[in-house]
């Protein structure tokens, strides 16, 4: 029962770790993300052998501890990204977000600081093509 729950929760982290990096950085924050794993992962089962021998049973008491504060972290901290087109994802941690998907999906709702950029090129070479949602 345990491996089922903790593979519910560890698993989809990878993913996340994974999708939530932008495309340029992506190799370097999932080698990131998997060195701290792996630090925390030693950090935890260095000592285990002892404190099991010590504390006995006492040690899952502190495992749920420290796995209860780290959901009310990520709870608090990590923003929801459920149905958020990828685009947009940088959005939540305070990127700017060149093109907009609506909310259907189904059109592209570009920024007034794009339309003016392209305002000034469209005079540059008397083209006129927009797309309207």
Known sequence: MYIVVFQTVDGPAFIWMAEIFPTNIRGRGIGLGFFSYFVGAITYSTPSPLAFKNIKYGMYFIYMGLCLISVVIVYLYVPETKQIPVEEIGALFGDEVVVHLTATGHGIVEEDKLAQA???????????????A
């Open 118 to 132: 392209e305002d000034n090129d469209v005079q540059k070479t008397n083209v006129v093509h927009r797309e309207k």
